[in-house]
Structures are given as C-alpha cells and as structure tokens.
C-alpha cells in the first residue's frame, strides 16, 4: 500500500510538471522524461526487499513493452519524442505484473485509456480553437467543401438514403457514419492548417516541430511531417546563420501530455471504473 502512495504521488508530480510544461512551451524536457523513468526503477529498487524482488522484473518488464510501442510510433512519425519518453516513463511507474495474471493488463489499459482521452481531448482543444478563430475556420472550411463537392455531394445522397430506410430498420442510421466522418476529416484539417502551421525562424526551431514544408538545405532534404531531432535543427539553425535559410514552415500539435495525466488518474480511480469508461466508449 505504501508503494502504490509513494509511486502514485511522484508520478503525479512528474505529470503535472510535464503537462505545465508542454502547455507553456510545447515541449517536455528530458529532464522530466528520464526523471520520471529513474525515480520509478529507484521506488521499485527501494521497496523490493520488503514487496519482493519481482517488483524490479515488473517495471523492467513495462519499460521495455512501452519502449517498443514508443519507438514505433517515433519512427513512424505519429508521436514526438516527449511523447514518446513519457510512454516509457509510464511503462516503468505501472509495470506488467510478473508472474503474470490478471492484473498484468493494467499497462495495456492505461495506454487504451490514453488513446480514448486523448482523442476527446484533442478534439475539445481543436473545437476551442475553431471558436476562437471562427471567422477563419469558417471562410476556410467553406473552401474545403467547396472543394471536395464530389464526394461531399455522393456521401450526402448516401446518407439521405440511409435517414429514408431508417424508417425500415433503425440500424440503417449507422449508413450516416461515412458523413460523420468526413466532416470530422474536414474539420481537423481546417483547423490545423489555420491555427497549427507557422512559418517561424529556424532559431526557433525545438525538437520534436513538425515541418510543414520540405526544406531543402545543400542537397539534404528534410521531408514534410517529419519530426525534427537535434541533430537536424543544428543543421537548419547553421544554415540560418549563413542566411540559406531564412525560415521554415513548421505544423504545431495539440498538447499531448495532460492526456496522460486524465488517463493516470483514470487508472489510479480504479481498474474497474476504468473498464467501465471502456465499455461504455469502445464496447470492450
């Protein structure tokens, strides 16, 4: 019981710094990444003698699953590397249970909870932002319909079809999804490309930005979408200084890590309303 306090309360605290953080400046610092890692295998270290040794074999055990997750989604361009270190942090805080049993899952929870509450929180970021730039927002999703009338008018005709039959059968309403989901296509990428991409100084740059744009930088090519490492940004910032590159295009993100800190306390709540939360959202 002791160990659960001292972890729960110094992972919080890793969370709440690391959540003020990416909000203050979109970026965690690795001190709070690899701090959170180190005082996770120390807690376990200290209170194996007493708990028993497999403590220390469970935290290694969650480091290694949630490392292997965070480097995938790192090379593939899906998370940034704050993201990505904190996935692994919390691979050693919660651990997988050995031997294993049931409550071996509880890591697998917790990184399902993170993707359900990071998409509705992503999506109320974003709604917020539309508001605050409704005029913007608007005059450019206009543009995108405009657009995209084809399939827009084709998914319409479907979808009317679908309120027409529903009539028949209440399960022909799930024919709307299609629509749903392309104006929720929509609306994510107006909103990115009128509140996200700025053209900003590459001294500005910090690890983890997006390029918006290719760079290219004597014969070296940096693709869009990409996050930028260190290496690279010492690269873009010297070739600022020579005056080759005056600026570059770059695609912030949502804040991603306060997700992290919901989906904790989810999980310090208890397994079970968790599962709940689960049930109720994605029928596990």
């Known amino acids: 019981m002791v160990f659960e306090i001292v972890m729960g309360v ?18 965690v610092p690795d001190l709070l990444s690899y701090g959170l890692i180190i005082s996770a295998l120390g807690i376990r270290t200290i209170f194996a003698p007493t708990t028993g040794w497999e403590l220390i074999w469970s935290g290694a055990l969650g480091l290694l699953f949630c490392f292997l997750i965070a480097w995938v989604l790192y090379k593939t361009n899906l998370w940034g590397g ?17 031997p294993l049993h049931s409550s071996s899952l509880l890591l697998l929870w917790f990184f399902v909870l993170l993707l359900i509450v990071g998409a509705f929180y992503g999506l109320s970021w974003l709604t917020g932002l539309s508001i605050t730039h409704r005029k913007a927002c608007q005059l450019a999703l206009i543009e995108k319909l405009k657009q995209y009338k084809t399939p827009h008018g084709a998914l319409g005709m479907f979808s009317f079809a679908a309120v027409v039959f529903s009539f028949l059968n209440i399960w022909w309403l799930f024919l709307l999804l299609p629509l749903a989901l392309f104006y929720l296509f929509l609306f994510v990428t107006t909103v990115e490309e009128e509140c996200f991409v700025k053209r900003i100084s590459p001294s500005k740059l910090t690890e983890g930005d997006w390029l918006s744009e290719e760079v290219l930088v004597d014969d070296e090519r940096f693709p869009r979408r990409r996050a930028l490492e260190k290496l690279d940004i010492e690269t873009l910032q010297a070739a600022h200084r020579e005056g080759k590159l ?5 695609r912030e993100g949502v804040p991603f890590v306060p997700s992290f800190l919901f989906a904790y306390i989810l999980v310090l709540w208890g397994l ?10 994605v029928g596990l």
Do not use: H, Q, W
């Open 82 to 98: 704050g993201d990505s270190k904190l996935l692994m942090g919390m691979g050693a805080v919660i651990g997988i249970a050995y």
């Open 246 to 250: 005056p600026s570059v295009v770059i």
């Open 272 to 281: 079970e309303p968790a599962s709940s939360f689960l049930k109720m959202t």
């Open 10 to 27: 110094v992972t919080l605290f890793f969370l709440l710094a690391a959540s003020y953080s990416d909000l203050k400046t979109r970026e």
